[in-house]
């Protein structure tokens, strides 16, 4: 570049420095920074797997290894066949069983969910600040505050109960991936000189004011979509502020509803007290997640 054209354009060099700082900031962030945790997560099934609770529970293997075991001390292969048809008896009709699906692998399914949703929800929240983690801890210990409430209501029972308490779990779900979303973009916009690229703003329409009449078309055009461009980044960032504000509102409206609904729910009469408060919540954690997606796009274009 000459010495002609840096006095034309102004700091340009140093521009081009800073962007290409500020292109290998942006890929830090997105490559090591807290990491999308539901892209590539082990999912736990939707449904229940019968066939195997039948077979690999406990007593079902002693039994059938100990009929095994004896076909081989004794020499007689008739108890080795005579247990493998009654295992496969056992398979067809103790894994279809209504009553052993409601009795046995029902609860076992739901327990072996509830250490999975232990697991990774510890997790996704060991991604957090030390102030981030405090609030989840202390939003887990008002659900499960919640939880015994509700449990000495006489007027919930069992079935509507679980349901209405599901969607707490959901909601604290919803509340740490709301707080590793926000970590995120609170990282980035960290990188973002904000006051810089406003410096820079004025200056390239300062150039594009003063010189519309004096340079070159082509110098003109470069200058003019230097503006716009910068312009842009700022509106980017803006909207990522406003996002912010928006979420860490609903972080708020989570804790402070679940503190409102520990106070009620000794009192309340009906389970449908319960389900329009957390339903309101889940409603404005959907919202939320869906202006998500579109500031991540946004995101990707900085």
């Not at 449990?151 to 604290?172: H, W």
Request: hydrophobic content about 40%; overall charge negative.
């Amino acid at each position: 570049m000459s010495s002609s054209q840096k006095q034309r354009f102004p700091n340009q060099w140093q521009m081009t420095q800073q962007k290409n700082r500020a292109a290998q900031e942006t890929q830090n962030i997105h490559l090591s920074d807290i990491p999308n945790l539901e892209t590539g997560q082990e999912k736990f099934p939707e449904k229940p797997s019968y066939l195997k609770y039948a077979f690999a529970n406990p007593y079902n293997l002693a039994l059938l290894g100990g009929a095994v075991a004896a076909s081989v001390l004794t020499l007689n292969p008739f108890i080795a066949v005579a247990a493998f048809g009654l295992e496969g008896l056992w398979l067809l009709h103790g894994s279809q069983s209504r009553f052993m699906q409601r009795a046995l692998w029902d609860p076992i399914f739901n327990r072996e969910k509830l250490e999975f949703d232990k697991q990774h929800r510890m997790e996704r929240v060991g991604s957090l600040s030390q102030y981030g983690q405090e609030r989840v801890m202390n939003l887990i210990g008002r659900e499960q505050q919640i939880q015994q409430l509700a449990a000495q209501n006489p007027s919930f029972t069992g079935n509507l109960l679980r349901d209405e308490l599901a969607k707490t779990s959901i909601l604290v779900n919803s509340f740490i991936d709301l707080g590793l979303t926000c970590a995120r973009y609170e990282n980035y916009l960290n990188t973002v000189d904000v006051k810089e690229l406003t410096d820079e703003v004025a200056r390239w329409k300062h150039y594009v004011d003063a010189n519309a009449d004096k340079s070159s078309e082509i110098e003109f055009q470069i200058a003019n979509k230097n503006l716009i461009v910068l312009s842009k980044r700022i509106e980017r960032v803006q909207e990522i502020r406003r996002y912010l504000n928006v979420a860490y509102g609903q972080l708020d409206l989570i804790e402070n509803s679940f503190k409102l609904i520990a106070d009620q729910i000794v009192t309340m009469q009906s389970p449908s007290e319960l389900s329009g408060q957390l339903d309101e919540l889940l409603d404005g954690v959907e919202s939320i997640k869906e202006t998500a997606i579109e500031t991540e796009n946004i995101l990707k274009t900085l």
